[in-house]
C-alpha cells in the first residue's frame, strides 16, 4: 500500500504525532518487589482459585502433573519473552514488540486479540463471587464481580505505584492463607489411596495443563511496564522468570490436598473452599476465603487492571485510535478512557452469564496466538539490534534462543490445538465477529497509523517509542527500521523499504 498523500489524513496525523506521546505522562515508579508483586498476583489469584476444581475434573489425581507441564511450558514461552523486556523496556510489549520487530499488521493482531483477553476479569470477579456464595448465599456472583472490578477499576485511576503497593500487601495476607491450606492439607492427604495420575488418559491430563497455562503464564505481563519501571533490564527478567517459578511450586502444593483428601467426584469442578471444609478449624476457613482465595482473586484482577491499557495505550500513540482515548491524567499518570474501556469489556462476560470455564479456556486459547508472535519478535531483536542485544542485562546463547524459539512456538500451537476442544459454537461465532470488526477498525484506520509512525521515525524517535533513552539504553533505532517500516510487505521481509530480514550474523 502507498504512503498516504499529503492531505488531511496524513496532516492530521502529523499533527497528532508531533504533540505529546500519552505513554510520556506514564511515571517511572515500579521497583523490582513490585514488580514481582504484580508477577506473583497475576500468576497467583483468579486460575488457580477458580480453574483447579475444573482441572481436577478433567484429570483427577493427575492435577499436579498438569501444573508442572503448564508451567514448564510457559517458562519455555517465558524466556524469550524475558530477553525481550530486559533488552528493549517498552510500553505495552505485547503490541510494540509485535509492531516494530515483525509487522505492523502483526502488532494489530496481537492488540486486538489482547483486548478481548480483558474479559478475563469476568473469571476473577465470578471467582471470588462463587467462593463468597460458599459463606453466605446471600452474595451473588455476578454482584460480587461488578462491584470488585469497579472498586479495582477505581483504584488504578489512582496510579500505578498505588495500585502496585496495594499488590504487594494484598501478596502478603494470600501467602499466609495458602500457606494454611498447603500445611494442613498436606497433613490430611489419603496417601495410600490417592487418585490415579491419569484416570481419563494422557490427551486430558495435557488438555488439562493446557487449560492452566491461563493460571501459570500470568508473569510476561509485566513486559507491558517497561517505561513504569525504574530499572526495567533487571526488573523484568526477575519478574517474569522468578515469579513463574515461585507460583508453580506453591501451585503443586495446593494441588495436592486439593485431589488427595476428598473423592474425585466431590471436589470435580468445585471451589477450593469444599476441600479445605474437611480440615481446617471454621475462623481458618473463613481466613482461607477471604484471605486467600478472594484476595488472590482481587489480587489478580487489581494487576490486570494495572498493566491491561498499556499495549492500547502504544497503540493509541501508534495512530490506531483516536488521540484523545489514550488521554493520560498528568496528577496520577494513569490512562482513564483505556481503563474505563476495559472496566466494560471486563463485566460484560459476567453480566451475560458466561461460565468461568470458558473464559478460562477462550483466555489461553488466545493467549497462544499472541504468545506466538512475541517470541519471534525476541529472536528478531537480536538480529535487528544486535548491540542493543548485547548491552542487555540478560541474553542467551544463539543456539539457546533459537531453541527456545522453536520449542516455544511448538508448545504453543500444540496448546491452542487442545483448548479448541470443548469451545462451543457460539463461543466460535464470538471470536469471529470480534475478529469481523477488527478488519474493520484495521481498514479504517491502517493510513493514518502509517501516516503517524512514518513522521514519528521521520523526527527521530527510537523504537521504543521516544526520543529519550531509557534505562541507559541506547540503539541505532532509526538505521535499523525503514522510514517505509508500515508498509505491507509485496513479496517476504527484506526487499527495499522492508525490516531486514534475518540473515545477518550477530556472533
Not at 471451589?271 to 486467600?292: C, D, E, H, Q, R
Not at 470458558?358 to 517470541?375: N, P, Y
Not at 542493543?388 to 500451537?413: D, E, M, N
Not at 535499523?480 to 505491507?488: G, P, V
Request: proline share 5%.
Amino acid at each position: 500500500m502507498d504512503a498516504p498523500s499529503a492531505g488531511t489524513a496524513n496532516s492530521a496525523a502529523t499533527a497528532n504525532s508531533a504533540a505529546t506521546l500519552n505513554q510520556e505522562n506514564l511515571k517511572r515508579t515500579i521497583t523490582t518487589p513490585q514488580a514481582l508483586g504484580i508477577s506473583f498476583h497475576q500468576i497467583v489469584g483468579g486460575g488457580v482459585v477458580s480453574l483447579t476444581g475444573v482441572a481436577i475434573a478433567m484429570t483427577g489425581g493427575g492435577v499436579p502433573i498438569a501444573f508442572i507441564v503448564a508451567a514448564i511450558a510457559i517458562l519455555i514461552v517465558s524466556v524469550p519473552i524475558a530477553t525481550l523486556g530486559a533488552s528493549m523496556p517498552v510500553v505495552g510489549g505485547t503490541y510494540t514488540y509485535a509492531t516494530k520487530l515483525v509487522h505492523p499488521i502483526m502488532g494489530f493482531v496481537n492488540l486486538w486479540f489482547f483486548i478481548i483477553q480483558m474479559a478475563s476479569l469476568s473469571l476473577y470477579g465470578l471467582a471470588a463471587g462463587s467462593y463468597l456464595n460458599s459463606l453466605n448465599r446471600w452474595f451473588d456472583p455476578t454482584v460480587v464481580c461488578v462491584t470488585l472490578i469497579s472498586i479495582f477499576f477505581v483504584a488504578n485511576l489512582m496510579g500505578a505505584s498505588f495500585s502496585a503497593r496495594i499488590g504487594i500487601v494484598l501478596a502478603g495476607i494470600m501467602l499466609v492463607a495458602f500457606g494454611c491450606f498447603i500445611v494442613l492439607g498436606l497433613l490430611h492427604v489419603h496417601w495410600g489411596t490417592y487418585p490415579p495420575a491419569i484416570p481419563n488418559g494422557t490427551l486430558k491430563l495435557l488438555q488439562a495443563a493446557a487449560l492452566l497455562t491461563f493460571a501459570t503464564g500470568g508473569g510476561t505481563v509485566v513486559a507491558e511496564l517497561g517505561r513504569e519501571m525504574k530499572k526495567p533490564g533487571r526488573t523484568i527478567p526477575v519478574a517474569v522468570i522468578g515469579g513463574t517459578v515461585f507460583a508453580a511450586m506453591m501451585y503443586v502444593l495446593i494441588a495436592l490436598p486439593a485431589a488427595g483428601i476428598l473423592p474425585i467426584a466431590k471436589v470435580a469442578g468445585e471451589p477450593l473452599s469444599v476441600v479445605a471444609k474437611t480440615f481446617m478449624p471454621p475462623w481458618l476457613w473463613y481466613f482461607f476465603i477471604l484471605g486467600g482465595a478472594v484476595v488472590a482473586v482481587i489480587g489478580t484482577m487489581n494487576a490486570q487492571l494495572l498493566w491491561g491499557s498499556k499495549s492500547a495505550l502504544a497503540a493509541v500513540d501508534d495512530g490506531w485510535f483516536p488521540k484523545r482515548i489514550g488521554a493520560v491524567n498528568k496528577r496520577f499518570g494513569t490512562p482513564h478512557w483505556l481503563l474505563c474501556t476495559m472496566f466494560v469489556i471486563g463485566i460484560v462476560p459476567a453480566v451475560a452469564h458466561i461460565d468461568i470455564s470458558v473464559i478460562g479456556s477462550v483466555g489461553s486459547l488466545i493467549g497462544q496466538v499472541t504468545f506466538v508472535i512475541v517470541i519471534l519478535a525476541s529472536i528478531r531483536m537480536r538480529y535487528l539490534f544486535p548491540e542493543r542485544y548485547a548491552k542487555s542485562p540478560f541474553k542467551l546463547p544463539l543456539w539457546l534462543h533459537w531453541a527456545f524459539t522453536i520449542v516455544g512456538i511448538a508448545v504453543c500451537c500444540y496448546q491452542f490445538y487442545l483448548l479448541t476442544e470443548g469451545v462451543t459454537v457460539m463461543v466460535w461465532a464470538a471470536l469471529g465477529v470480534w475478529m469481523a470488526l477488527g478488519i474493520v477498525v484495521f481498514a479504517l484506520r491502517y493510513r493514518h497509523a502509517k501516516a503517524v509512525q512514518l513522521d514519528r521515525l521521520a523526527r527521530g524517535e527510537t523504537l521504543t517509542g521516544s526520543t529519550r533513552t531509557i534505562d541507559g539504553v541506547v540503539g541505532a533505532e532509526r538505521e535499523a527500521i525503514s522510514m517505509d517500516a508500515m508498509a505491507l510487505p509485496k513479496v517476504g521481509f527484506g526487499e527495499e523499504g522492508e525490516i531486514p530480514t534475518l540473515t545477518r550474523d550477530v556472533e
